[in-house]
């Protein structure tokens, strides 16, 4: 299969202000890697805002072959972000429907279209921007670790956000980064996938937990929370199956496993 990708961007030199579009996921079920996100931003002396309207991306919709339903969400989306700041997304799949697919959703209409393109251009998944933007560097102040890095299909392919992230872990010193056998090959969430095909799911992910603990990880960081839950969570029904009390294979969002490693009262001046 071919790759989706975005054209190369020449990026701005740090901003003071950014909107944070937190994603769906993030807002039910993982808060903390949204606040961790504002958190890593605001260290680095930049205002964030979060336009309370937001909902989702209108990824769910796209892939599962409703463009209109997916044209109504990304057209709510559009009116919210009005100032022209970054857009910092912690997710690379949502990323990637947001700066490739929004123009084309609205191609048939002038108007909105060349808002679609406007905004698109102004988006930017976390680890990319905290690589090529922020120049991301602080001391790790953590123990030493063995992880693992997983990047979601969307991020990879459409973003190109597993060598940013890779380049973010390999800023901190005590942390050593294993490669899984099955690095660039899904985790089985897939959105809606999971949800129209468990059985396949299922058996995806099973693969891919199994590769992630013969790497050697101690646990599993990706900057996708649809991965990162159906990986974790696999691992946590094998645990209690097997009627283990601790986890075998704890996860956590890149922007807190960045967070909680260099804000241990060791970081450097912004």
């Known amino acids: 299969m071919g790759q989706f990708t975005s054209l190369p961007r020449k990026y701005p030199e740090k901003p003071g202000d950014v909107y944070l579009f937190a994603t769906c996921l993030i807002d039910q079920f993982t808060p ?34 409703y463009p209109d339903e997916a044209r109504a969400v990304a057209l709510h989306q559009l009116n919210l972000f009005a100032q022209p700041w970054p857009v910092v997304v912690p997710s690379g799949s ?9 123009p084309h959703l609205f191609a048939d209409d002038p108007v909105l279209h060349a808002r679609a393109l406007e905004l698109s ?28 890095l ?9 973003m190109g956000s597993h060598e940013t992230s890779a380049a973010l872990l390999d800023t901190l010193g005590h942390v050593k980064v294993v490669e899984q056998a099955r690095i660039d090959e899904c985790c089985g969430f897939g959105g809606t996938f999971a949800l129209l095909h468990p059985d396949i799911s299922e058996a995806i992910v099973t693969d891919k937990v199994a590769s992630i603990k013969d790497s050697g990880a101690q646990c599993v960081v990706s900057a996708d929370c649809g991965c990162l839950l159906n990986i974790t969570g696999r691992a946590a029904k094998q645990d209690e199956l097997a009627g283990r009390t601790a986890a075998s294979l704890p996860g956590q969002h890149l922007a807190s496993f960045l967070w909680n490693r260099t804000n241990l009262g060791q970081e450097a001046a912004p």
């Open 32 to 65: 903390q890697a949204g606040l961790d996100t504002v958190r890593l931003l605001e260290r680095e002396g930049i205002r964030v805002h979060y336009p309370q309207a937001q909902t989702c991306c209108g990824q769910p919709a796209h892939s599962s072959g």
């Open 94 to 102: 949502c990323g990637g429907m947001m700066r490739l697919h929004y």
């Open 121 to 148: 251009e102004r988006i930017y998944e976390l680890s990319e921007f905290l690589v090529h933007v922020v120049n991301f560097s602080r001391a790790d102040a953590g123990v030493d670790c063995t992880v693992a």
């Open 150 to 158: 997983h990047t979601s299909c969307h991020a990879r392919r459409q």
